[in-house]
């Protein structure tokens, strides 16, 4: 493959764009003569292989390793495994001869080595390096001539879920070492029975004696001389980073900048400074981002010296969360979580904006997780967010990611099959590498045929699948749900399951943001992508499916095409004024400056560097969420965050003032790139060469399958079918089309539609993992939806808020993981509105805040929406329970020690219908609000936030309804029902 787009390659130079995933190393090169070459191996560095047989007692052969490069392996460890994964044998290899695949080693082989032993290589470099020597055609003993290196790596977001980052210590002003313990009170894993409290990246904490206030005047100097014994202290204890956060430090770092200077002076070399790095109000926020930094700092520059040492004097850029490249000595912590998947954003929205397509969706299914994104012809970004734990205030591109990919394990958990979210990883593997893994999503694409085995890499063993999963089969059958299965059914299952996983995801950046699917295209990627992106796009409605030629290793080849990015912001917290605005214009200059500067030292030329986009965080005053609002062309921008604030919560504030948080820039470097090629479209239905059985959804179809590199722009190719590429497979699902496009994208149509699926009622270990998956993701979708439009702080970040669905009777089906004091009583709270209300109308809304009938206290309002059929039966309800900040009380937030009597807590709402079969009733509910002994201080705050959950609770309604629709109301109401039996038989 030549002429591809291409990045900035001097001549005579390779370049090499690398994404190292979980699970897989990605490697694309571009040839100094344009000609564009990929390889995929395992991002541990170990190559795996079968040996097919021992011509001597020092020797083994594998055909597979035939056409490697020339003595590529010499050097490298070898160890032999039996077909369970037990080691038999380990050595060095000292000699590989190519043409025939046999590996020299330097000790004798066992006697009774069993046939099909299984070996591993593993050398001494990192898996982009093995990656790069591998298309280079260089063996270890030689060096790498100077190459242009771009790469994109899961590095740091390994370390920081493993908890494998460097021995921290988080440095604070005294009175705060806890901060981040005590964060926002919002707290993961709410259901588990032993609560376990997050264990904190940093391993020790010391308070300065020092204190500036909110407007950055020093009330207390810190003593030098104590902070030095202090820090020395630390040097003791073998701490190996440093994370600088002091109180107020956004508007003042002096003190901050005192605290390193004396670091320095006793030896710290790894140190992160909050003012520096996130020079933005909220200690907590800013504090997490400066810990993470300075934890994954250390285990960063390590990774980097490794590829540095290995690859010289080359140009090596490393590709950041924002979507942009920078040179690897000013690569960050806080930067580095997102780098593959932004790699993967930048590679799906270029292609499919080349394909003609404005608004996609991509769909990046790797080994260990599935990553999604929208594009809509602008990159969403995410200035605060939440990794790992942990809170990072840096641009990043938004990318929702779940744990269903490839190597994610398939098991019965004794009511209902499961698929993730635990993975095998690289190392054993699914069960199919043949190294004792366990059964995973990989294992089921191959024994239905959605994986040619001869076309993949190495070999894989179908059979100890087949034996695995007959296993399973006989321990479904022996428990008490006795389901009779076969190893097909399974399998078939287990992909079901896979899928509605990932369509969750989807959802979850589309339809819970206001976004419907199905104006958008698919676009697949990944090793494992085009195995599902058939079944996943018709499940959401989308009809188009994207597959670019390099759809296996879109990843890094949007490293490829990323441009050198520089981000600026500057924390301004001053009314919104045209004169406010003209005194930016020295702020915005700055920050341009700076971000200029950046990027020339990069290498881009001055004429490469486009116009710098502004904006703004504006916010109403007194409302602690701002919104990011880009510079409007006509420069009104409380126009546009108007616009922007009506479109996402509703409604607006006319009369209240705006403030200016944050001022923001993004400047980019462009990097000359050559058009990809096209091809002249001439239609034609290719003839396969080959075929094989396949399964759909358990049903065997006769299947083509067809060489990507075979097929020609214009090819037709109907489903079912199979396309094999180098990286990946793309399935073609019986009723879609495909069609070849110009410049060799597949794409493939949906001709028949989503299918209404109504079917069995009694119930089914596949189906009830399926509906348990749809219904949580409805509720978990109606909590985004408050979150999103909600105007209090305790929705927005405390997440004190539940969300749930009901049956006809009021009993609870199911909830998101919100609060569990809320989700235990509000079934008590939907029964008295039914009882209380037995004529229940369509178009109904009801709002109770009462605790003699299911409430908790009265900040906590419950709002319930009934869903009727057609026929104006009812179905189920939906409700949403908020802990407002204010309704009412002798005190403000309505939460007080020490009140004698109900009404001196707040307002009680008892069973107030705030809707009346579709008319408004919030005047009413106004007058109810400010009446009273003790009326609300903020009632267009309990408004708004009232109304936040009715668009909750419709979410909701709309999303069972399609359910509905789609699967018929029997099988919904009978899975109601199959979900609560399981839920009872687990406990």
């Given at each position: 493959?030549?002429?591809?787009?291409?990045?900035?390659?001097?001549?005579?130079?390779?370049?090499?764009?690398?994404?190292?995933?979980?699970?897989?190393?990605?490697?694309?090169?571009?040839?100094?003569?344009?000609?564009?070459?990929?390889?995929?191996?395992?991002?541990?560095?170990?190559?795996?292989?079968?040996?097919?047989?021992?011509?001597?007692?020092?020797?083994?052969?594998?055909?597979?390793?035939?056409?490697?490069?020339?003595?590529?392996?010499?050097?490298?460890?070898?160890?032999?495994?039996?077909?369970?994964?037990?080691?038999?044998?380990?050595?060095?290899?000292?000699?590989?001869?190519?043409?025939?695949?046999?590996?020299?080693?330097?000790?004798?082989?066992?006697?009774?080595?069993?046939?099909?032993?299984?070996?591993?290589?593993?050398?001494?470099?990192?898996?982009?390096?093995?990656?790069?020597?591998?298309?280079?055609?260089?063996?270890?003993?030689?060096?790498?001539?100077?190459?242009?290196?771009?790469?994109?790596?899961?590095?740091?977001?390994?370390?920081?879920?493993?908890?494998?980052?460097?021995?921290?210590?988080?440095?604070?002003?005294?009175?705060?070492?806890?901060?981040?313990?005590?964060?926002?009170?919002?707290?993961?894993?709410?259901?588990?029975?032993?609560?376990?409290?997050?264990?904190?990246?940093?391993?020790?904490?010391?308070?300065?004696?020092?204190?500036?206030?909110?407007?950055?005047?020093?009330?207390?100097?810190?003593?030098?001389?104590?902070?030095?014994?202090?820090?020395?202290?630390?040097?003791?204890?073998?701490?190996?980073?440093?994370?600088?956060?002091?109180?107020?430090?956004?508007?003042?770092?002096?003190?901050?900048?005192?605290?390193?200077?004396?670091?320095?002076?006793?030896?710290?070399?790894?140190?992160?400074?909050?003012?520096?790095?996130?020079?933005?109000?909220?200690?907590?926020?800013?504090?997490?981002?400066?810990?993470?930094?300075?934890?994954?700092?250390?285990?960063?520059?390590?990774?980097?010296?490794?590829?540095?040492?290995?690859?010289?004097?080359?140009?090596?850029?490393?590709?950041?969360?924002?979507?942009?490249?920078?040179?690897?000595?000013?690569?960050?912590?806080?930067?580095?979580?997102?780098?593959?998947?932004?790699?993967?954003?930048?590679?799906?929205?270029?292609?499919?904006?080349?394909?003609?397509?404005?608004?996609?969706?991509?769909?990046?299914?790797?080994?260990?997780?599935?990553?999604?994104?929208?594009?809509?012809?602008?990159?969403?970004?995410?200035?605060?967010?939440?990794?790992?734990?942990?809170?990072?205030?840096?641009?990043?591109?938004?990318?929702?990611?779940?744990?269903?990919?490839?190597?994610?394990?398939?098991?019965?958990?004794?009511?209902?099959?499961?698929?993730?979210?635990?993975?095998?990883?690289?190392?054993?593997?699914?069960?199919?590498?043949?190294?004792?893994?366990?059964?995973?999503?990989?294992?089921?694409?191959?024994?239905?045929?959605?994986?040619?085995?001869?076309?993949?890499?190495?070999?894989?063993?179908?059979?100890?699948?087949?034996?695995?999963?007959?296993?399973?089969?006989?321990?479904?059958?022996?428990?008490?749900?006795?389901?009779?299965?076969?190893?097909?059914?399974?399998?078939?299952?287990f992909l079901q399951i896979a899928n509605a996983n990932m369509v969750?995801?989807?959802?979850?950046?589309?339809?819970?943001?206001?976004?419907?699917?199905?104006?958008?295209?698919?676009?697949?990627?990944?090793?494992?992508?085009?195995?599902?992106?058939?079944?996943?796009?018709?499940?959401?409605?989308?009809?188009?499916?994207?597959?670019?030629?390099?759809?296996?290793?879109?990843?890094?080849?949007?490293?490829?095409?990323?441009?050198?990015?520089?981000?600026?912001?500057?924390?301004?917290?001053?009314?919104?004024?045209?004169?406010?605005?003209?005194?930016?214009?020295?702020?915005?200059?700055?920050?341009?400056?700076?971000?200029?500067?950046?990027?020339?030292?990069?290498?881009?030329?001055?004429?490469?560097?486009?116009?710098?986009?502004?904006?703004?965080?504006?916010?109403?005053?007194?409302?602690?969420?701002?919104?990011?609002?880009?510079?409007?062309?006509?420069?009104?921008?409380?126009?546009?965050?108007?616009?922007?604030?009506?479109?996402?919560?509703?409604?607006?504030?006319?009369?209240?003032?705006?403030?200016?948080?944050?001022?923001?820039?993004?400047?980019?470097?462009?990097?000359?790139?050559?058009?990809?090629?096209?091809?002249?479209?001439?239609?034609?239905?290719?003839?396969?060469?080959?075929?094989?059985?396949?399964?759909?959804?358990?049903?065997?179809?006769?299947?083509?399958?067809?060489?990507?590199?075979?097929?020609?722009?214009?090819?037709?190719?109907?489903?079912?079918?199979?396309?094999?590429?180098?990286?990946?497979?793309?399935?073609?699902?019986?009723?879609?089309?495909?069609?070849?496009?110009?410049?060799?994208?597949?794409?493939?149509?949906?001709?028949?539609?989503?299918?209404?699926?109504?079917?069995?009622?009694?119930?089914?270990?596949?189906?009830?993992?399926?509906?348990?998956?749809?219904?949580?993701?409805?509720?978990?979708?109606?909590?985004?939806?408050?979150?999103?439009?909600?105007?209090?702080?305790?929705?927005?970040?405390?997440?004190?808020?539940?969300?749930?669905?009901?049956?006809?009777?009021?009993?609870?089906?199911?909830?998101?993981?919100?609060?569990?004091?809320?989700?235990?009583?509000?079934?008590?709270?939907?029964?008295?509105?039914?009882?209380?209300?037995?004529?229940?109308?369509?178009?109904?809304?009801?709002?109770?805040?009462?605790?003699?009938?299911?409430?908790?206290?009265?900040?906590?309002?419950?709002?319930?929406?009934?869903?009727?059929?057609?026929?104006?039966?009812?179905?189920?309800?939906?409700?949403?329970?908020?802990?407002?900040?204010?309704?009412?009380?002798?005190?403000?937030?309505?939460?007080?020690?020490?009140?004698?009597?109900?009404?001196?807590?707040?307002?009680?709402?008892?069973?107030?219908?705030?809707?009346?079969?579709?008319?408004?009733?919030?005047?009413?509910?106004?007058?109810?609000?400010?009446?009273?002994?003790?009326?609300?201080?903020?009632?267009?705050?309990?408004?708004?936030?009232?109304?936040?959950?009715?668009?909750?609770?419709?979410?909701?309604?709309?999303?069972?309804?399609?359910?509905?629709?789609?699967?018929?109301?029997?099988?919904?109401r009978a899975y109601m029902g199959h979900i609560q039996n399981a839920?009872?038989?687990?406990?």
């Amino acid at each position: 493959m030549s002429d591809m787009e291409i990045g900035n390659s001097k001549a005579g130079e390779w370049e090499f764009w690398i994404d190292v995933g979980g699970t897989f190393t990605d490697c694309l090169a571009r040839t100094p003569e344009g000609e564009i070459l990929t390889h995929k191996l395992l991002s541990s560095g170990l190559t795996p292989g079968v040996v097919a047989e021992t011509p001597s007692p020092i020797q083994i052969v594998d055909p597979l390793r035939r056409g490697d490069p020339s003595d590529l392996w010499r050097n490298f460890a070898c160890r032999l495994f039996d077909v369970e994964g037990n080691p038999l044998y380990a050595g060095r290899v000292v000699q590989f001869d190519a043409a025939s695949g046999t590996l020299t080693l330097d000790k004798v082989l066992p006697v009774d080595l069993p046939k099909q032993a299984r070996y591993e290589l593993k050398g001494e470099e990192e898996a982009p390096v093995i990656a790069i020597r591998y298309l280079l055609k260089l063996p270890m003993s030689e060096s790498i001539p100077p190459i242009q290196v771009r790469l994109g790596t899961t590095r740091g977001t390994n370390a920081l879920l493993t908890r494998r980052g460097a021995r921290t210590a988080f440095i604070t002003t005294r009175g705060f070492k806890d901060v981040l313990l005590i964060a926002t009170q919002d707290r993961p894993k709410l259901f588990d029975l032993a609560i376990k409290k997050p264990e904190p990246i940093f391993a020790e904490t010391v308070e300065i004696d020092e204190r500036i206030d909110a407007e950055g005047n020093v009330l207390c100097v810190p003593d030098q001389h104590r902070i030095r014994e202090q820090l020395l202290a630390l040097k003791e204890l073998g701490i190996e980073s440093l994370a600088i956060c002091l109180l107020h430090a956004f508007c003042n770092g002096e003190h901050e900048e005192l605290v390193e200077r004396i670091a320095r002076e006793v030896g710290f070399d790894e140190i992160s400074v909050s003012s520096r790095l996130a020079p933005l109000i909220k200690l907590v926020s800013r504090g997490d981002t400066t810990v993470v930094d300075a934890y994954l700092n250390p285990v960063l520059r390590s990774y980097v010296r490794g590829i540095r040492r290995s690859v010289g004097d080359s140009s090596l850029k490393l590709m950041t969360s924002a979507g942009g490249l920078i040179d690897a000595e000013h690569f960050v912590g806080k930067d580095s979580i997102l780098s593959g998947p932004a790699g993967g954003v930048i590679g799906f929205s270029r292609v499919a904006e080349r394909a003609g397509f404005a608004r996609s969706i991509g769909f990046d299914m790797g080994g260990t997780s599935t990553d999604v994104a929208r594009f809509d012809g602008t990159y969403e970004r995410e200035f605060e967010t939440k990794k790992a734990g942990v809170r990072i205030v840096a641009p990043m591109l938004a990318v929702e990611t779940v744990a269903a990919g490839g190597g994610s394990l398939c098991k019965f958990d004794g009511v209902k099959l499961v698929v993730g979210p635990e993975s095998a990883g690289a190392n054993p593997g699914p069960a199919c590498y043949g190294r004792g893994g366990p059964l995973t999503v990989t294992d089921m694409n191959l024994f239905a045929g959605k994986i040619p085995q001869e076309d993949f890499p190495f070999p894989l063993d179908r059979e100890i699948v087949r034996q695995k999963l007959q296993g399973l089969c006989d321990e479904i059958a022996d428990s008490p749900l006795g389901a009779k299965y076969t190893p097909r059914e399974l399998a078939a299952g287990f992909l079901q399951i896979a899928n509605a996983n990932m369509v969750r995801a989807i959802r979850n950046i589309s339809v819970a943001k206001g976004y419907d699917p199905r104006d958008y295209t698919l676009v697949t990627f990944g090793g494992a992508g085009g195995q599902h992106a058939c079944a996943v796009a018709r499940t959401l409605g989308i009809s188009r499916v994207l597959a670019h030629p390099l759809s296996g290793v879109l990843s890094a080849y949007g490293i490829g095409l990323a441009d050198i990015r520089q981000f600026g912001e500057q924390m301004v917290l001053q009314p919104y004024s045209t004169e406010q605005l003209q005194s930016l214009e020295t702020v915005f200059a700055g920050l341009e400056g700076s971000a200029r500067e950046k990027i020339l030292a990069e290498g881009v030329a001055a004429e490469n560097i486009e116009p710098a986009n502004r904006s703004l965080d504006l916010r109403y005053q007194g409302v602690e969420t701002a919104l990011n609002i880009p510079l409007p062309d006509d420069g009104d921008y409380s126009k546009a965050f108007e616009a922007q604030h009506r479109r996402i919560y509703g409604y607006v504030h006319p009369n209240r003032p705006l403030e200016i948080v944050t001022v923001r820039i993004e400047v980019v470097g462009t990097l000359p790139r050559r058009e990809p090629a096209c091809e002249t479209r001439v239609e034609r239905r290719p003839v396969a060469k080959r075929h094989s059985e396949v399964d759909f959804a358990g049903v065997s179809e006769l299947t083509p399958i067809f060489k990507r590199a075979e097929l020609h722009a214009g090819d037709l190719i109907e489903g079912p079918a199979i396309i094999c590429e180098p990286t990946s497979t793309v399935v073609v699902d019986p009723g879609f089309q495909g069609q070849v496009l110009e410049r060799g994208e597949l794409l493939l149509t949906d001709l028949a539609g989503e299918q209404r699926e109504e079917g069995e009622t009694a119930v089914d270990p596949v189906r009830l993992e399926v509906f348990n998956n749809l219904f949580a993701s409805i509720a978990e979708q109606m909590g985004t939806t408050l979150q999103r439009t909600s105007c209090s702080t305790n929705v927005k970040e405390r997440l004190d808020f539940s969300c749930a669905i009901f049956t006809a009777t009021g009993d609870l089906v199911v909830n998101a993981p919100h609060i569990p004091v809320h989700l235990g009583a509000m079934s008590v709270t939907v029964k008295r509105i039914l009882q209380d209300n037995p004529d229940l109308a369509p178009g109904d809304v009801f709002v109770t805040n009462d605790p003699y009938r299911g409430g908790s206290h009265l900040p906590d309002v419950t709002v319930i929406t009934p869903v009727h059929s057609a026929a104006g039966e009812l179905l189920f309800l939906t409700a949403s329970r908020a802990h407002h900040a204010e309704i009412g009380g002798i005190v403000p937030g309505s939460m007080p020690p020490f009140s004698k009597r109900l009404s001196e807590e707040g307002v009680l709402i008892r069973n107030f219908k705030l809707v009346d079969r579709g008319r408004s009733r919030e005047t009413e509910l106004e007058q109810l609000l400010t009446s009273g002994p003790y009326p609300t201080r903020r009632p267009a705050d309990n408004l708004a936030d009232v109304s936040a959950q009715v668009a909750a609770n419709h979410t909701g309604v709309s999303q069972l309804l399609s359910l509905v629709e789609r699967y018929g109301w029997p099988t919904v109401r009978a899975y109601m029902g199959h979900i609560q039996n399981a839920a009872a038989t687990k406990m």
